[in-house]
């Protein structure tokens, strides 16, 4: 079982930028990938950022350039750094690990999620 909890979200206003973290609990973990998504009023869940665990890093289009995903194997922990924001950046922000080998870009591959974390930004 692993239990995962996001934090640092936020409001910050156009242009901001914010740090999202996302620890996780249990025994041993070694995720697959690390993933990121979030979801936006009346939107889908969107794919943001993955990063596996050999450090290998995945972009949506639509962050690219903009968010930075990390992680620290001792903290059992992922961040997400968030520079540059829009507004269309307002969403719930998730984290979700992948214990088997899956697509960093595919929702239903993760089999760990967290509630989710609220990031609004404003104009």
């Known amino acids: 079982q692993v239990q995962l909890a996001e934090s640092g979200g936020g409001l910050v206003q156009a242009g901001g930028s914010l740090r999202l973290a996302c620890a996780a609990s249990g025994r041993t973990f070694r995720p697959y990938v690390m993933g990121w998504f979030r979801q936006a009023p009346g939107m889908e869940h969107e794919f943001i950022s993955a990063i596996t665990w050999t450090g290998s890093t995945y972009y949506a289009d639509s962050v690219k350039g903009r968010f930075t995903t990390s992680k620290d194997n001792a903290k059992n922990a992922v961040y997400l750094q968030m520079n540059s924001l829009k507004t269309e950046d307002t969403a719930v922000y998730y984290c979700?690990?992948?214990?088997?080998?899956?697509?960093?870009?595919?929702?239903?591959?993760?089999?760990?999620w967290g509630q989710g974390t609220q990031v609004t930004v404003s104009s």
């Open positions: 979700a690990a992948d214990l088997q080998y899956g697509n960093p870009w595919v929702r239903n591959d993760y089999d760990y």
